[in-house]
């Protein structure tokens, strides 16, 4: 799989489970609606007071898994950020434009963006035999 197909894989994915962990070691997850963006970048709003936004802030570090309807899946690893000026303004176009629902929650006083820039990406699929895994190079 290359990066374009891996691009339009996650597009086509509505849903990710994001996990994080706590200031005190424990683990949490949530399931968060994504977008992604032609580099590669993930992003997702949140209310600032969420676990998950209070964790990131904490640790940067995050693991997603998406798809997984159809037997493929992308385990993705990297670091999180709440972006600010022309690269809040771009990621929020490309959120918005997958989640319209989104300029409603866009007003709300304590709503935040996180950006997730993977560091590691693993892509499965398990529609074949033997299962296809493949460690994508970023």
């Known amino acids: ?4 197909e891996l691009v339009e894989f996650l597009r086509a994915q509505k849903w990710a489970v994001e996990a994080s962990v706590t200031t005190a070691g424990a683990p949490q997850a949530a399931v968060i609606g994504v ?5 590669l970048e993930l992003v997702f709003d949140t209310v600032t007071d969420t676990r998950k936004a209070v964790n ?18 992308a385990q993705i690893e990297g670091v999180a950020d709440e972006p600010a000026g022309e690269d809040l303004k771009r990621l929020k176009h490309v959120y918005l434009t997958k989640f319209p629902d989104g300029l409603e929650r866009e007003q709300w006083p304590n709503i935040t963006y996180f950006r997730v820039r993977p560091t590691w990406i693993r892509f499965s699929d398990f529609t074949v035999e033997p299962p296809a895994i493949e460690l994508l190079a970023l």
Do not use: C
Request: charged share 35%.
């Open 1 to 4: 799989m290359n990066r374009r």
């Open 35 to 39: 977008a992604v963006t032609d580099d």
């Open 56 to 73: 990131l802030r904490a640790d940067p570090r995050i693991a997603l898994v998406m798809g997984w309807d159809e037997g493929k899946t």
